[in-house]
Every structure is written in structure tokens, then in C-alpha cells.
């Protein structure tokens, strides 16, 4: 193990003292699955991982880490790319893993609403939600790890905020142990509920800060009947965006997604699988992939198919898929390209929102900029068009050594936000803060922002005991 300095040592006896048997693991073997997230590039040992197995242990645990100054950091499925669930604090951090309270609590068919708990697998919540012919519109490729208080916690978007919003605006309550150990049951099915503040909105993408959601109760769909996907072969952004202009209008409410991809994202998925091939006869270079569902009695068929004959001036070429497998395949190339794309090692992610009238524009600028500046380096341009969220990755050339990549990356991401603040964007759209973004956010906020920012960390947290260091600057108290 590593050097345990005196007062973790303090902290530790007590917590061992405090705790049910086999709730706390302490050796180096155990705890090293907990000290990295998905992206490989965070890591931190914790002083000890707690696993509570419910919602009163939970609250036993941070009563005790409140009476000793124990630090805190709550964890999901470890699927975040901003740093926020690793342990980062000076002086050391107790990880508060979800994973063995990851059970379905209920689930209402009537309603359209479940409850979960906080470490349940997104996948499995969509699978029982599918049971009773339902459907949790939260998707996104991590859905087979993440777990739903990590979503919750971070605001997660994905492939359907078109449709459906972002994780926001699907809660309907929430159940968090607060950093003294106390327990608020926020936790309702109710779709309208006006009995003042809205406290359940305060822990949503908080990233941890505030509180450690338990439990979350989540509007449900009815299942659609009917998806319709197609992939688009088109000559630029602008003309994208003029199909999804007209999308909008011609699918209506139905439409659930639509993806921009740029060529050199089709180009590393199809290199990345021996048996994808290039969707289209001819390579284009942009791409959009469009999924639209329904139920009931809608040709949906017929009216996408009408929708892309209408749209000839923008798009060359295209397909629809004539079966769900053939939709799985289209998607494939989408999710291929986002695990491929780093060719293993390392790359810089961004995440980031303009306009949506701004897109084209925004594209434009950081492109032209980034090959004028590092014309050797790979950027691969995509994201979710129908809410400005696009991601703009840059892959530095092989052989890199790493001094080098760190100094690309730096001056890469400056020129990708100098053009977000041109456009009036933001530099997060759906990842987060955490410790990554941190300073980009700062020195972006107005000082009223983060005044109220301070005050309400304050509120809930007087002793900067949960998640320090995130989103706003670690404060000695």
C-alpha cells in the first residue's frame, strides 16, 4: 500500500469503527480499480473505497466523514471524461462507490416513470423500462457501464436530447444524503409539483459537489412501434444543417436524432473494423445519420422517405435502413469511430455548444485555424446537431513524443474555444467541469456567477468536504 499519512490513519480507524463488515476496502489490489476512469489519462489513488449497500449507510458513512474531516468523492460507473469522480484532493479522498445499490425500485407503466437507484447500469434501467413496453430515452454509447447517479450527476446528454432533453429534463425527483449525513427524499413521480424551490435542479449536474445522489425516479415513453434510420451523404456543413432545418419541420416531434459526421470520422470506423464498410457508393464530405421513431398508426416509412425526396438539392446520396439490424449497422459506424478515433493512445476531447444557426460558421473557423496552425494533426469533427453539441477531437500525429502532444493539445483547445466564445458557445456541453475544464471555466464565468456558484457550494457543503476541487477551485475552510 501506500504511505497512509498520520491523520488519514485517524480517519481511517474511525471509519473502519464506524462501518459494516466488508463495507470498506483499504488494500492496494482492491482499491485500484476505483483510482482510474475510462479515459486512462485521471488517475488517483483513494484512501479507502466505501461501498454502502443503501441509503442509510450512505448516510452512516458521511456522518462519519463530516464528524472527522474526511474527505469525499462519490462514484458511478467511471465513465466521465473531465476528471470529476477520480480522487484528486491533497490530503486524500474516501471514494463512495454506487455500484452495489444498483437496484430498480419501481417501475410504473401508468405513470411512465421508474425509480432506480443510483449505481443501477443505464442499460439495465432501459431493459426494464422495455419490459413493461416503455422506453428511458437516456442513450449514449457508455450506457452499458455508466450508472444512472453518474448521469444524473453530470447532466449526461447523448444521442436523444433532440427529442427528449438532456437527463435534466427527464428527473422527477431525487433521494441525496447530504454532506452531514442527512437524507433528503425528494424523491416524487409527480409530472407537476409548483410547492416552491425546485431543489431536485441543484444537484443535477453538480458533478458530486453538493450531495450524493441515491436514488432517482426517471420519466418513461411509451415504446415506439416503428424506427426509421438513414445515413445522408452531403457536400458541406451548411447544406446539413438546411436538411436539418427542413427535418424539423417535415418529421415533426418524431424526429429523435440527428448526427453530424465529417469524412474523417466514416474514414476511422470502417479502418477500425475489417467488416464496416463505406456506406455509400461515392465518399462525401459530410455525413448525417437521422433516426426517426413513432407508435400508433404513422407511415413513418413513408414519411421519411418523402422528407429525403424532398431534400435533393443538399443531399447527394443516401440510404435507409430497411430492418433494425441494417439501423444497428448505421450506428455502429458512429460508435466505431468515437473508440476508435484515439488509435489507442492519447487524444484531446472537446465538447462543445454554439448556436445551432452557428454551426456551420463555427466548424468553419476552428478547421481553417487548427490545419493553418498544426496541419499534421487529425481532427475529427461530429456531434448531435439538433442541440449545437458538437465534439472536435484532435489526434496528434504517431510518434508524437509526449511533451510535444501536451503542448498540441494546449494550443489546439485554445484555438477550439477562442472560436466557442467568437460564437457565443460553450466550452461544455454534456461532459462537464470537473478538474479538466476547470480553468477554461473560470476564467470564463463573470464573478457574479461564481459568487452564486460559492455561496450555494457553501450552503450545502460549509466544509468543502465532497468532490473539492471540481468545478470551482479547492477553498481551505
Same mark, same amino acid.
Given at each position: 500500500?501506500?504511505?497512509?499519512?498520520?491523520l488519514?490513519?485517524?480517519?481511517?480507524?474511525?471509519?473502519h469503527?464506524?462501518?459494516?463488515a466488508?463495507?470498506?476496502?483499504?488494500?492496494?489490489?482492491?482499491?485500484e480499480?476505483?483510482?482510474r476512469?475510462?479515459t486512462?489519462?485521471?488517475?488517483?489513488?483513494?484512501?479507502?473505497?466505501?461501498?454502502?449497500?443503501?441509503?442509510?449507510?450512505?448516510?452512516?458513512?458521511?456522518?462519519c466523514?463530516?464528524?472527522?474531516?474526511?474527505h469525499v468523492?462519490?462514484?458511478?460507473?467511471?465513465?466521465?471524461?473531465?476528471g470529476?469522480?477520480?480522487?484528486?484532493y491533497?490530503?486524500?479522498?474516501?471514494?463512495?462507490?454506487?455500484?452495489?445499490?444498483?437496484k430498480?425500485?419501481?417501475?410504473?407503466?401508468?405513470?411512465?416513470?421508474?425509480?432506480?437507484?443510483?449505481?443501477?447500469?443505464?442499460?439495465?434501467?432501459?431493459r426494464?423500462?422495455?419490459?413493461?413496453?416503455?422506453?428511458l430515452?437516456i442513450?449514449?454509447?457508455?450506457?452499458?457501464?455508466?450508472?444512472?447517479?453518474?448521469?444524473?450527476?453530470t447532466?449526461?446528454?447523448?444521442?436523444?436530447?433532440?427529442?427528449?432533453g438532456?437527463?435534466?429534463?427527464?428527473v422527477?425527483?431525487?433521494?441525496v444524503?447530504?454532506?452531514?449525513?442527512?437524507?433528503?427524499?425528494?424523491?416524487?413521480?409527480?409530472?407537476?409539483?409548483?410547492?416552491?424551490?425546485d431543489?431536485?435542479?441543484?444537484?443535477?449536474?453538480?458533478?458530486?459537489?453538493?450531495?450524493?445522489?441515491?436514488?432517482v425516479?426517471?420519466?418513461?415513453?411509451?415504446?415506439?412501434?416503428?424506427?426509421?434510420?438513414?445515413?445522408?451523404?452531403?457536400?458541406?456543413?451548411?447544406?446539413?444543417?438546411?436538411?436539418?432545418?427542413?427535418?424539423?419541420?417535415e418529421?415533426?416531434?418524431?424526429?429523435?436524432a440527428?448526427e453530424?459526421?465529417?469524412?474523417?470520422?466514416?474514414?476511422?470506423?470502417?479502418?477500425?473494423?475489417?467488416?464496416?464498410?463505406?456506406?455509400?457508393?461515392?465518399v462525401?464530405?459530410?455525413?448525417?445519420?437521422?433516426?426517426?421513431?413513432?407508435?400508433?398508426?404513422?407511415d413513418?416509412?413513408?414519411?421519411?422517405?418523402?422528407?429525403?425526396?424532398?431534400?435533393?438539392?443538399?443531399?447527394?446520396?443516401g440510404?435507409?435502413?430497411?430492418?433494425?439490424?441494417?439501423?444497428?449497422?448505421?450506428?455502429?459506424?458512429r460508435?466505431?469511430? &468515437?473508440?476508435?478515433? !484515439?488509435r489507442g $493512445?492519447?487524444?484531446?476531447?472537446?465538447?462543445?455548444? %454554439? *448556436?445551432?444557426?452557428?454551426? +456551420? @460558421?463555427?466548424?468553419?473557423d476552428?478547421?481553417?485555424?487548427?490545419?493553418?496552425?498544426?496541419?499534421?494533426?487529425l &481532427?475529427?469533427?461530429? !456531434?448531435h446537431? $439538433?442541440?449545437?453539441?458538437?465534439?472536435?477531437?484532435? %489526434? *496528434?500525429?504517431?510518434?508524437? +513524443? @509526449?511533451?510535444?502532444?501536451?503542448?498540441?493539445?494546449?494550443?489546439?483547445?485554445?484555438?477550439?474555444?477562442?472560436?466557442i466564445?467568437?460564437? !457565443?458557445?460553450?466550452?461544455?456541453?454534456?461532459?462537464?467541469?470537473?478538474? %479538466?475544464?476547470?480553468?477554461?471555466?473560470?476564467?470564463?464565468?463573470?464573478?457574479?456567477?461564481?459568487?452564486?456558484?460559492?455561496?450555494?457550494?457553501?450552503?450545502?457543503?460549509?466544509?468543502?468536504?465532497?468532490?473539492?476541487?471540481?468545478?470551482?477551485?479547492?477553498?481551505d %475552510?
Amino acid at each position: 500500500m501506500h504511505a497512509v499519512l498520520p491523520l488519514q490513519e485517524t480517519a481511517l480507524a474511525a471509519l473502519h469503527a464506524a462501518m459494516p463488515a466488508g463495507m470498506l476496502l483499504t488494500e492496494e489490489a482492491d482499491v485500484e480499480r476505483y483510482s482510474r476512469d475510462w479515459t486512462g489519462d485521471h488517475h488517483g489513488r483513494p484512501v479507502a473505497v466505501a461501498r454502502p449497500r443503501s441509503v442509510e449507510e450512505v448516510s452512516l458513512l458521511m456522518r462519519c466523514c463530516h464528524e472527522h474531516r474526511i474527505h469525499v468523492v462519490p462514484q458511478g460507473g467511471l465513465t466521465g471524461l473531465v476528471g470529476a469522480a477520480v480522487p484528486s484532493y491533497p490530503g486524500g479522498e474516501v471514494v463512495v462507490s454506487l455500484e452495489r445499490m444498483n437496484k430498480v425500485r419501481s417501475v410504473h407503466a401508468i405513470d411512465f416513470a421508474m425509480v432506480v437507484e443510483a449505481g443501477c447500469i443505464l442499460e439495465e434501467a432501459k431493459r426494464q423500462a422495455e419490459a413493461v413496453d416503455c422506453i428511458l430515452p437516456i442513450t449514449f454509447g457508455a450506457q452499458g457501464s455508466c450508472r444512472l447517479g453518474g448521469n444524473v450527476a453530470t447532466n449526461a446528454g447523448g444521442f436523444n436530447v433532440l427529442r427528449y432533453g438532456m437527463t435534466r429534463d427527464l428527473v422527477l425527483g431525487l433521494e441525496v444524503v447530504l454532506t452531514d449525513g442527512r437524507i433528503w427524499n425528494g424523491l416524487r413521480t409527480l409530472r407537476k409539483d409548483n410547492r416552491g424551490y425546485d431543489l431536485k435542479q441543484l444537484f443535477i449536474g453538480s458533478e458530486g459537489t453538493l450531495g450524493i445522489i441515491t436514488a432517482v425516479s426517471l420519466k418513461l415513453f411509451p415504446r415506439p412501434t416503428q424506427i426509421e434510420t438513414a445515413l445522408v451523404g452531403l457536400d458541406s456543413v451548411e447544406d446539413a444543417m438546411a436538411l436539418y432545418a427542413l427535418a424539423r419541420r417535415e418529421c415533426s416531434d418524431l424526429l429523435s436524432a440527428f448526427e453530424l459526421i465529417l469524412r474523417g470520422g466514416i474514414e476511422i470506423a470502417i479502418n477500425a473494423r475489417a467488416d464496416l464498410e463505406d456506406p455509400l457508393s461515392e465518399v462525401y464530405p459530410v455525413y448525417v445519420l437521422l433516426e426517426a421513431s413513432a407508435g400508433g398508426r404513422v407511415d413513418l416509412r413513408a414519411l421519411i422517405e418523402d422528407f429525403l425526396a424532398g431534400a435533393g438539392q443538399w443531399v447527394r446520396d443516401g440510404v435507409i435502413a430497411s430492418n433494425r439490424t441494417q439501423g444497428e449497422r448505421l450506428w455502429l459506424l458512429r460508435e466505431m469511430m &468515437v473508440e476508435a478515433q !484515439g488509435r489507442g $493512445g492519447r487524444y484531446l476531447r472537446t465538447d462543445v455548444s %454554439v *448556436p445551432i444557426s452557428s454551426i +456551420a @460558421a463555427f466548424v468553419s473557423d476552428s478547421l481553417t485555424a487548427l490545419a493553418a496552425a498544426h496541419p499534421a494533426a487529425l &481532427v475529427v469533427t461530429y !456531434g448531435h446537431v $439538433g442541440d449545437g453539441n458538437l465534439h472536435m477531437n484532435v %489526434v *496528434p500525429p504517431e510518434g508524437m +513524443a @509526449a511533451s510535444e502532444m501536451d503542448r498540441l493539445f494546449h494550443a489546439a483547445e485554445t484555438i477550439i474555444f477562442d472560436a466557442i466564445d467568437r460564437h !457565443g458557445g460553450s466550452i461544455s456541453a454534456e461532459h462537464g467541469i470537473g478538474r %479538466v475544464k476547470q480553468r477554461a471555466y473560470l476564467d470564463r464565468a463573470d464573478p457574479l456567477t461564481l459568487e452564486l456558484a460559492g455561496r450555494i457550494k457553501d450552503a450545502f457543503d460549509p466544509l468543502h468536504l465532497l468532490s473539492a476541487g471540481r468545478i470551482l477551485p479547492l477553498r481551505d %475552510v
